[in-house]
């Protein structure tokens, strides 16, 4: 009897370990799936805010359009007019702003490699 209580303590030992283990990867894939939730969570709150801005930032430029727009067209009518009643309207400078930055003296050929002349 005592040779299968022996063995039937082994086996009780061994099953909770087994349990255990269990337990633990149980616990440790929650912990992940948790993790990759609240991960998601919080990706999904990003692309929320970031559209929102998106948004906000194309209806400020449509309202700012539709304004400049407005304004173009009171100054084409004033021209028009003072155009048709022979007059000779004072004409605007026309200034377009390409966004690029003009050459830094030196700086352009640095970046390549080379130097500047």
Same mark, same amino acid.
């Given at each position: 009897?005592?040779?299968?209580?022996?063995?039937? /303590?082994?086996?009780?030992?061994?099953?909770?370990? !087994?349990?255990?283990?269990?337990? !633990?990867? !149980?616990? !440790?894939?929650?912990?992940?799936?948790?993790?990759?939730?609240?991960?998601?969570?919080?990706?999904?709150?990003?692309?929320?805010?970031?559209?929102?801005?998106?948004?906000?930032?194309?209806?400020?430029?449509?309202? /700012?359009?539709?304004?400049?727009?407005?304004?173009?067209?009171?100054?084409?009518?004033?021209?028009?007019?003072?155009?048709?009643?022979?007059?000779?309207?004072?004409?605007?400078?026309?200034?377009?702003?390409?966004?690029?930055?003009?050459?830094?003296?030196?700086?352009?050929?640095?970046?390549?490699?080379?130097?500047? /002349?």
């Amino acid at each position: 009897m005592n040779q299968t209580t022996g063995k039937r /303590s082994r086996f009780l030992h061994l099953g909770g370990w !087994v349990a255990e283990l269990i337990l !633990v990867f !149980v616990g !440790v894939y929650a912990a992940f799936w948790l993790n990759s939730y609240q991960q998601q969570q919080q990706d999904a709150q990003r692309r929320d805010r970031i559209l929102a801005w998106i948004e906000k930032t194309l209806r400020d430029g449509i309202e /700012s359009g539709k304004i400049s727009r407005a304004k173009q067209e009171r100054a084409a009518a004033e021209f028009r007019r003072a155009l048709d009643a022979g007059d000779m309207p004072p004409l605007q400078p026309f200034v377009f702003h390409h966004g690029l930055q003009p050459k830094r003296l030196g700086h352009d050929s640095a970046i390549r490699g080379r130097p500047a /002349s």
